[in-house]
């Protein structure tokens, strides 16, 4: 966060204070970062916490009977000034250490130790926002203040179960063969807010990584998409489970055991599927484009828009229950809202408010 959007963001969110008061507040802010110099910038505002962290406490130390107190008594506001001018100064000295020292910037890497593994930030940092009414206070975050960032995991860390939970962004995978079991899977972030990215490790090949936005947070009309892009070898995971709010999701080659995606304003677009044990989607707002897709045993897919699917083999070689509220499309026949067949290749279960294509070639 830049140090112009921090001092917005501060602002709105100190609105219940007298003005004079705010504009005491924002000025000694200001100050601290204009102590900590261009340079530093991003770090002071680290240190500082979120917006909404500094706010509330700036607001606690405002109680009831301080607010309107007669103006001889500055207890309050002296409070949160001594606090804020003893920041200032470890601030001061921990930049010219900083600036002194020969610590260089790092790609992200696995913790070492086990309990630095639960987690890539601090439990407490998913829940340090709003300290205000999301509703009455919204942040807008500018186009220019979205940025990127690289974490690596070590496959061995996901093969089992890869879980990805977003309530904003788009999600790509992308397949690399040239990776092996004993090198990184890596996701690249691209546009996203600077928020926390929490990522969990439940063991024996198990992550899960989510991604947040506070709830009062909206980000400009002219930003950029939000992309996840994930690079994995095509037959790294066994069970890959995507839940995301906004977003859509595009899979390149892949072989799986299990495939949940649950995308609640999204769709899904598949090149070459293959899933052993269950296939799971479902797309209240979406489309679903699978371009080949085999499947063993079972497959439900729901959708509002279209479904597209180019299976492996005749439909007529699966038990198949395609419903819609059009027509079903296979090949070149149409049968109206409704198709079943019966056959060994494995269950397919689809529902769409509009039309289902299965094997149709255009």
């Not at 979120?50 to 301080?66: C, F, H, M, T, Y």
């Not at 371009?291 to 439900?300: F, K, P, R, T, V």
Request: hydrophobic residues 40%; proline residues 7%.
């Amino acid at each position: 966060m830049t140090r112009t959007a921090f001092l917005a963001a501060l602002e709105q969110l100190l609105a219940p204070l007298p003005e004079a008061e705010r504009k005491d507040a924002l000025s000694y802010y200001e100050d601290y970062l204009d102590a900590a110099g261009p340079e530093n910038e991003a770090r002071a505002i680290a240190e500082l916490g979120s917006p909404e962290e500094v706010a509330r406490k700036i607001l606690d130390e405002q109680s009831p009977q301080g607010v309107s107190a007669a103006p001889a008594s500055p207890a309050p506001r002296s409070r949160w000034r001594m606090v804020l001018g003893g920041g200032l100064a470890v601030l001061v000295l921990a930049c010219f250490f900083f600036q002194h020292s020969k610590a260089t910037p790092v790609q992200p890497v696995e913790p070492a130790s086990p309990a630095a593994d639960s987690s890539s930030v601090p439990e407490e940092a998913s829940s340090s926002y709003l300290a205000v009414p999301a509703d009455t206070v919204p942040l807008t975050i500018p186009a220019d203040d979205l940025g990127e960032s690289t974490l690596q995991i070590p496959l061995e860390k996901l093969n089992q179960e890869l879980k990805l939970s977003l309530n904003y962004g788009s999600v790509t995978f992308v397949t690399d063969p040239s990776l092996t079991s004993d090198k990184y899977a890596t996701f690249q972030f691209d546009n996203f807010p600077h928020s926390p990215v929490l990522r969990t490790t439940g063991g024996d090949g198990r992550t899960t990584l989510t991604f947040e936005m506070p709830e009062n947070w909206q980000v400009a009309e002219d930003a950029p998409e939000a992309m996840l892009t994930v690079t994995i070898p095509a037959d790294a995971l066994a069970r890959l489970i995507i839940s995301l709010e906004t977003g859509d999701v595009r899979l390149a080659p892949m072989q799986l055991k299990t495939l949940t995606v649950a995308l609640n304003n999204g769709g899904l677009r598949a090149e070459d599927l293959t899933v052993t044990r269950d296939l799971l989607v479902e797309l209240p707002v979406g489309g679903c484009n699978i371009d080949h897709l085999s499947i063993a045993e079972y497959a439900s897919i729901a959708a509002t828009r279209c479904i597209r699917l180019h299976l492996d083999g005749d439909p007529a070689d699966y038990t198949t229950d395609a419903r819609t509220d059009n027509v079903v499309r296979i090949g070149n026949k149409e049968y109206d809202k409704r198709y079943t067949s019966t056959g060994p290749n494995g269950i397919l279960n689809l529902y769409a408010k509009g039309l289902i294509y299965l094997n149709v070639d255009e």
